[in-house]
């Protein structure tokens, strides 16, 4: 029997086309309406004088610098300010310090501390800047320097820059969160909201420490470390 179909064309394949819903539509007709979303607003770049709570007129408070024992691992300490019969104290501590230490304080490798540096770092104004140690007496009755928490005022005096080195075996023991509370009640009582600070990316312990104050980190764009600033009101 024949093919009927012989000679004839071939059939046309039939297109099946997807049905759009009517919810697909109606997307697409409001998606070719819409207006475009404006571009994000640029953000205001972080302002810490804006950012904190204003702290009150100043009111130098003169117990705020007075020494005061404190315990740290179970043994008796003084935190105090820094004087210039500390210069051999702060060399010798400087020298215990390992090359890990010095990069955490200061981002840089420094071999000595001269003399004239000690006298300096001693001798601070301490109605203006503020460089706190922590002492312990030894057994010959000599005091032991095993840290420092200082801030420097900026050239404008509204703001300070804050450090920290605490001895590597006396670390963990809350010295340094001392130093920093000190120092934060220092700042405010002469009229600071925020003392400011340069950390290593890589200091985490510093930077936790900073973050429980309610430090705002923000890193230093091309460097390897982190700004923060710390509201001198507990947060
Ligand atoms: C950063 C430094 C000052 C901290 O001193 P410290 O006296 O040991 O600090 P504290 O004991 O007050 O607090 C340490 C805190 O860090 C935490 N910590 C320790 N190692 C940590 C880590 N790897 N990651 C996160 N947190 C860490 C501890 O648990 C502790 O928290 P806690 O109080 O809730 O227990 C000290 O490690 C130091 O001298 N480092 C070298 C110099 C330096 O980094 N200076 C900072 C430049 S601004």
Redesign the pocket.
């Known amino acids: 029997m024949a093919n009927k179909n012989q000679g004839a064309e071939p059939r046309r394949q039939r297109v099946v086309r997807k049905r759009r819903s009517p919810h697909q539509s109606a997307h697409r007709a409001r998606a070719r309406h819409a207006v475009k979303p404006p571009p994000p607003a640029p953000v205001a770049p972080f302002n810490p004088f804006l950012a904190f709570p204003p702290a009150p007129p100043p009111q130098e408070d003169p117990r705020a610098l007075e020494p005061r024992e404190v315990m ?1 691992g179970g043994q008796p300490h003084v935190l105090r300010p820094l004087g210039p019969a500390d210069e051999a104290r702060l060399i010798s501590f400087f020298n215990s ?1 390992t090359g ?8 840089y490798q420094i071999s000595e501390m001269t003399p004239e540096r000690a006298r300096r770092l001693v001798g601070v104004d301490q109605l203006r800047d503020v460089a706190l140690g922590v002492f312990e007496r030894a057994p010959d009755g000599e005091q032991v320097l095993h ?1 420092v ?1 200082r801030y420097l005022l900026d050239a404008t005096g509204k703001s300070a820059e ?7 075996n ?11 509370r000190a120092l934060l009640q220092v700042a405010r009582t002469r009229g600071m909201s925020f003392l400011g ?4 990316a890589d ?7 900073f973050r ?1 104050h309610g430090g705002r980190v923000k890193p230093i764009p091309g460097a390897d470390a982190m700004e ?1 600033f710390v509201p001198t009101a507990p947060p």
Request: hydrophobic share 45%; charged share 20%; glycine share 12%.
């Open positions: 740290f310090h890990e230490t010095i990069r955490q304080r200061y981002g840290a928490g804050a450090a920290f080195v605490v001895r590597e006396k670390r963990g023991l809350g010295i340094c969160t001392a130093l920093l600070a340069q950390v290593q200091n985490a312990p510093m930077l936790g420490i429980r923060v």
